[in-house]
């Protein structure tokens, strides 16, 4: 036994590998990216060889961990909450062929939305699959679940969902851990074979097996050692609290909350124990990170005046909650606040001084000077904050790939000119596909691929495209002579926006490469 | 032993440096320790925030409560007064006070310093200057705050200097020396400001 001051992802990841981990499958996004960057420094994943390589987008990363499962060793896939949707094609079908394997779906979502598009909840997804879905509330279960899962999965043939928030996958604490790791599976393939083939016939029989799975899913639950049922002498209220959240319901009662308070670490959620407590208690205070996934089920549509939580007005409906805002719902004392200083100023990030991404849209907006009705659809990373000032460069910023499909979409409605401007790493995650369709209807748009080498708004993590993005342009079928390479320097500002002038007027497809290196990554391997 | 720290600064300046060396030296006394920290896009020149919770017993929450915070460290003043709200009525707020002017219409200083100087407790230290003259580089501001913060946390000096050898040792003596004497300046001047 040892201790060691972890983050929840880092947790996560050395339970994994104690647990007897064969490989970790990802796409870098945060909340979520620490637990691959964990597992491919660590000591004994590199002894081992546990796969550790980053994948091209979440749903290769899924198929991945899956093919891994299938061949009866524990894997781990990671993502952030928005990898679910693009993994989903295979998380859900995952849930139809079972596993072999152990494998551990982990999904990181991001309540107010600190540093993504939206903030769906995951537990929906597991739901959705009919899988379950475990949650720790704190970095030592963070750390102690994956050995529970991986049995789980392998027990019921069936992945588990990991969920995480910000706030957990976020925060270091000391973890008491194991010191030692179990060894990894055996190869072995599946006893029945044909369950991974879906053909509907297959399909059918699987899927019958999978609703007749969820009695031993619900029974495990209320029997589940994460699903703890913690009684108090006060009955006018009960807590049903989740995740993080249940530690600021200790942290406004000091630990010692006079009311009952149910804990779920482990769904579907557990209807004994959630009997037990609707019986025994006047009110109900629902108190979950997220979206209000417990507290719907619980109302029903018909709702419940019982039922207190985000949907009553009790917590804030959207955002992350926090000691404060629980302590308040509890009708317990918060101590008066300052208001905010007049003087104050929002400071939004910006990009790096030197950033090669500046030198892009400088010359994009001196280009667009000559069409006055050029869109630019923008997409995910550093250079998203291409929208605001001094840039005010792009008009959209959507999902991973969308610059491009929507630019074709724009044209197809007739907008010209339609300017899609793309990172490397999110051009090779989901842009590919979109610049076959616009191939194969000569679409008059204008891609921009700012190549800075780099996954760059999550840290800095390898991007499998590079090196490859002409050669990838050109096999995909756009035309040699409208693939351009540009270096953004503040030398070479007239000549690129020319370039890229001169291929917006140009009524077909083409793909400027705008490379500079990354000044961190730069930056990082001069100090090495 | 119960302290909780919100750490504000500028995407980039390093308060986690700071938050990880109190992490570590609390973990060395068997202090329970919760930290939670911000990545991805809002580092990136955004106004950042970090908490840090210290404490004998075992710590519930990753997150300091609003309005309870012991101690406010703030490499940057307009970020001391963002954040200013967590600190308790008599709360430390120490802060450096070189401003980083990458917005526009970045408030005038004195007026941050009229209401920085408002709160019962507050330490106002120019450790950038500070830096420079010991040093001779700006670099070591993080030291320097170390120091001042130490002053207010209760933990042996001989444990943060340790932290800082070993931090440092790939560098060479000198640097360890001057990283040793900046925060010992930083711990003087948090002292002195303290008492006066």
């Not at chain 1, 929002?346 to 869109?375: M, T, V, W």
């Not at chain 2, 670099?139 to 933990?155: C, T, Y």
């Amino acid at each position: 036994m040892s201790k060691k001051l972890l983050l929840g992802d880092e947790a996560l990841a050395q339970g994994a590998i104690d647990a007897g981990l064969s490989a970790c499958y990802a796409y870098p996004g945060t909340p979520s990216t620490e637990i691959m960057e964990y597992v491919s420094q660590s000591e004994i994943a590199i002894q081992r060889n546990i796969h550790r390589e980053w994948s091209c987008n979440e749903k290769v990363a899924m198929e991945e961990g899956l093919g891994m499962s299938y061949s009866g060793k524990r894997a781990m896939v990671c993502m952030k909450h928005v990898g679910m949707n693009v993994a989903g094609d295979g998380f859900i079908n995952s849930a139809i062929t079972g596993t072999n394997g152990g494998l551990i779906v982990a999904a990181a979502d991001d309540p107010s939305m600190h540093s993504s598009q939206n903030e769906q909840d995951s537990r929906f997804y597991a739901q959705f699959a009919m899988i379950p879905c475990l949650e720790p509330s704190n970095q030592q279960e963070a750390y102690d679940m994956p050995q529970y899962a991986f049995e789980l999965s392998e027990k019921l043939q069936t992945p588990i969902l990991f969920r995480l928030t910000t706030r957990l996958s976020h925060s270091r604490a000391d973890v008491e851990l194991a010191g030692t790791a179990n060894v990894q599976n055996d190869m072995h393939l599946p006893e029945n074979p044909s369950r991974f083939i879906l053909l509907p016939a297959i399909a059918k029989k699987n899927y019958q097996r999978h609703c007749e799975k969820q009695a031993e899913f619900l029974r495990l639950s209320n029997e589940s050692p994460w699903n703890r049922y913690e009684d108090g002498p006060d009955h006018k209220l009960g807590i049903l609290t989740s995740s993080i959240a249940y530690n600021y319901v200790q942290e406004a009662y000091n630990g010692k909350c006079p009311h009952p308070v149910l804990k779920i670490s482990h769904y579907p959620l557990p209807d004994k124990k959630l009997a037990r407590l609707m019986q025994e208690c006047d009110k109900i205070l629902v108190v979950e990170e997220g979206m209000p996934f417990i507290e719907t089920q619980l109302l029903g549509p018909l709702g419940n005046a019982k039922i207190l939580g985000r949907l009553s007005g009790a917590l804030p409906r959207t955002g992350e909650l926090n000691p404060r805002f629980v302590a308040i719902a509890c009708g317990l004392p918060t101590p008066d606040l300052l208001s905010a200083s007049e003087l104050m100023k929002i400071r939004p990030p910006r990009l790096c001084k030197g950033c090669p991404h500046i030198n892009s849209y400088e010359a994009l907006n001196e280009a667009k000077k000559q069409f006055p009705d050029c869109k630019v659809f923008g997409d995910i990373g550093c250079y998203t904050l291409g929208a605001l000032p001094p840039f005010n460069a792009i008009s959209t910023c959507v999902d991973m790939g969308a610059s491009i499909s929507m630019a074709k979409g724009a044209a197809d409605a007739g907008l010209y000119p339609a300017v899609a401007v793309i990172g490397d790493s999110t051009f090779t995650h989901s842009g590919m596909t979109g610049v076959l369709d616009a191939v194969w209807e000569n679409s008059p748009i204008t891609i921009i691929i700012v190549d800075n080498y780099t996954t760059g708004m999550t840290g800095g993590q390898d991007s499998l495209g590079t090196g490859k993005l002409e050669d990838i342009c050109k096999g995909l079928g756009v035309p040699a002579d409208h693939i351009k390479i540009i270096t953004p320097v503040p030398a070479n500002h007239t000549e690129n926006s020319a370039v890229i002038a001169k291929e917006m007027a140009w009524k077909g497809l083409s793909v400027i490469i705008s490379r500079r290196e990354c000044i961190q990554t730069l930056r990082k391997k001069k100090k090495k | 032993m119960k302290s909780d720290l919100v750490l504000a600064g500028v995407g980039g300046q390093g308060i986690l440096t700071i938050a990880a060396i109190i992490g570590q030296a609390a973990v060395s006394q068997n202090i329970h320790v919760k930290q939670s920290e911000v990545h991805g896009m809002a580092q990136r020149g955004g106004s950042v925030v970090a908490h840090l919770r210290l404490s004998s017993d075992p710590i519930a929450s990753d997150l300091i409560a609003e309005g309870t915070a012991d101690i406010l460290l703030s490499m940057e003043p307009l970020e001391a007064l963002r954040h200013a709200s967590y600190l308790k009525s008599d709360g430390v707020l120490l802060t450096n006070t070189t401003p980083v002017v990458n917005i526009d219409s970045y408030p005038e200083m004195d007026k941050i310093t009229a209401e920085l100087k408002h709160f019962k407790r507050t330490v106002i230290l120019d450790g950038d200057a500070m830096a420079q003259t010991i040093t001779g580089s700006a670099r070591a501001v993080n030291m320097i705050l170390l120091g001042a913060v130490s002053v207010f946390l209760d933990m042996p000096s001989e444990i943060f200097i340790e932290i800082i050898k070993k931090m440092f040792a790939r560098k060479g003596d000198a640097i360890v020396e001057a990283n040793i004497k900046a925060y010992k300046a930083g711990q003087s001047s948090a002292r002195a400001a303290s008492q006066g």
